[in-house]
């Protein structure tokens, strides 16, 4: 039988590295820390869940081709998050875990709501590292994603009908690194020295029926961490082939490079990534059989008063689509204030700048998040 630890057994709960990195990715980065609910049976199983509920309202004036001002309460970067974490007794030197992830966007009315599922996977710890199978968060493009400002925050809005979760720094920044089916090996911490590689489902071109996938994707980063900074780089490469020769065989594929340095109660971090083949977003945006070349950078700053986080950070992305540049920029401020261990309240304030003027846009935005 599963029964309930007290307060002081909650905290020697074990949250395995696959855990803690979600946590990272999902949002947690600037949020208290909190352990969460823990349970343990007779027979040494143990079982916890955490998460996250992150709420914001958003006043944006959006130019070409809407003009048009909008208010809307929504989601930030991350969804609603609940992360299921189970535990088998170790044998033969063996941690054996499985963690199931649901998300939740929040839109106006249940009909439009959005509800599914990003990690479903099993972690097998030991001497040798961590081996994750099934799907979860990526290699490539982190720790790139744990920036301040768009991890507890919204960061790129997608306009004025913005429901779902918004985009934060996702091609003014970063490449993102999304939910995918993969086997991943993470080794242990070699003094300060860690990296990371995984073969994943290949991501599949939009709409491009004649395109074939016969290898998987293959990612890898490496990280090096000291007590007043971390420096890291990533990369990966996918093949993308023609069943019947309609475009030319051709491969996607980016590095990436970025680094954080503190002092006392100040941060700074940046990163510059490369990609080929691929838009400057995601995955598979576009069918690009000339590989032309895309890039996103962003430097953040960031200070810390007490319990209340002050930042900005500046990022730009590229896209050389149809021989022709495609230059965005995003400007963030933001302010966060622990109220509680469990509570944190939030004000943003976020612009866009494009080529051409089209898309642009200012908002104001305030918030809070429950981390548990």
């Given at each position: 039988?599963?029964?309930?630890?007290?307060?002081?057994?909650?905290?020697?709960?074990?949250?395995?590295?696959?855990?803690?990195?979600?946590?990272?990715?999902?949002?947690?980065?600037a949020?208290?820390?909190?352990?969460?609910?823990?349970?343990?049976?007779?027979?040494?199983?143990?079982?916890?869940?955490?998460?996250?509920?992150?709420i914001?309202?958003?006043?944006?004036?959006?130019?070409?081709?809407?003009?048009?001002?909008?208010?809307?309460?929504?989601?930030?970067?991350?969804?609603?998050?609940?992360?299921?974490?189970?535990?088998?007794?170790?044998?033969?030197?063996?941690?054996?875990?499985?963690?199931?992830?649901?998300?939740?966007?929040?839109?106006?009315?249940?009909?439009?709501?959005?509800?599914?599922?990003?990690?479903?996977?099993?972690?097998?710890?030991?001497?040798?590292?961590?081996?994750?199978?099934?799907?979860?968060?990526g290699?490539?493009?982190?720790p790139?994603?744990?920036?301040?400002?768009?991890?507890?925050?919204?960061?790129?809005?997608?306009?004025?009908?913005?429901?779902a979760?918004?985009?934060?720094?996702?091609?003014?920044?970063?490449?993102?690194?999304?939910?995918?089916?993969?086997?991943?090996?993470?080794s242990?911490?070699?003094?300060g020295?860690?990296?990371?590689?995984?073969?994943?489902?290949?991501?599949?071109?939009?709409?491009?029926?004649?395109?074939?996938?016969?290898?998987?994707?293959?990612?890898?980063?490496?990280?090096?961490?000291?007590?007043?900074?971390?420096?890291?780089?990533?990369?990966?490469?996918?093949?993308?082939?023609?069943?019947?020769g309609?475009?030319?065989?051709?491969?996607?594929?980016?590095?990436?490079?970025?680094?954080?340095?503190?002092?006392?109660?100040?941060?700074?971090?940046?990163?510059?990534?490369?990609?080929?083949?691929?838009?400057?977003?995601?995955?598979?945006?576009?069918?690009?059989?000339?590989?032309?070349?895309?890039?996103?950078?962003?430097?953040?700053?960031?200070?810390?008063?007490?319990?209340?986080?002050?930042?900005?950070?500046?990022?730009?992305?590229?896209?050389?689509?149809?021989?022709?540049?495609?230059?965005?920029?995003?400007?963030?401020?933001?302010?966060?204030?622990?109220?509680?261990?469990?509570?944190?309240?939030?004000?943003?304030?976020?612009?866009?700048?494009?080529?051409?003027?089209?898309?642009?846009?200012?908002?104001?935005?305030?918030?809070?998040?429950?981390?548990?």
């Open positions: 039988m599963i029964e309930n630890n007290k307060c002081s057994n909650a905290k020697s709960f074990k949250i395995s590295a696959l855990t803690a990195s979600i946590a990272l990715v999902a949002g947690a980065f949020a208290p820390a909190s352990a969460g609910p823990t349970f343990e049976s007779d027979s040494g199983w143990k079982a916890g869940f955490n998460g996250h509920i992150p914001f309202a958003v006043l944006g004036s959006y130019d070409d081709p809407t003009d048009e001002d909008s208010f809307t309460i929504t989601t930030g970067f991350n969804p609603a998050t609940l992360q299921t974490n189970l535990y088998a007794p170790t044998q033969n030197g063996l941690e054996v875990s499985g963690h199931f992830q649901m998300n939740a966007d929040i839109a106006p009315g249940d009909a439009n709501a959005s509800f599914r599922s990003r990690v479903s996977e099993i972690a097998v710890a030991g001497d040798f590292g961590t081996v994750n199978i099934g799907k979860g968060f290699i490539f493009g982190v790139a994603i744990g920036d301040n400002g768009s991890g507890l925050g919204v960061g790129l809005i997608g306009g004025p009908d913005q429901v979760a918004t985009a934060g720094r996702i091609g003014n920044g970063y490449f993102y690194a999304n939910f995918t089916p993969r086997v991943m090996y993470t242990n911490n070699l003094g020295l860690q990296f990371k590689v995984g073969v994943f489902s290949p991501s599949k071109v939009d709409g491009v029926a004649d395109a074939e996938y016969t290898t998987p994707r293959i990612e890898g980063n490496v990280v090096y961490s000291a007590d007043m900074f971390s420096v890291w780089s990533s990369a990966f490469t996918q093949d993308v082939d023609s069943k019947t309609t475009f030319d065989d051709y491969t996607m594929s980016g590095i990436d490079f970025g680094g954080s340095v503190s002092l006392g109660d100040l941060n700074v971090r940046g990163n510059y990534s490369m990609t080929s083949g691929t838009g400057n977003g995601v995955f598979a945006a576009r069918l690009d059989p000339n590989e032309e070349d895309a890039s996103q950078w962003y430097v953040e700053t960031t200070y810390r008063i007490n319990r209340t986080t002050l930042g900005a950070s500046y990022g730009e992305g590229e896209d050389d689509i149809n021989s022709s540049a495609n230059d965005t920029d995003l400007t963030m401020i933001f302010a966060r204030y622990a109220a509680t261990d469990a509570l944190t309240l939030m004000a943003e304030y976020t612009t866009l700048g494009t080529e051409g003027g089209q898309g642009e846009y200012d908002a104001f935005i305030v918030g809070s998040q429950l981390t548990f």
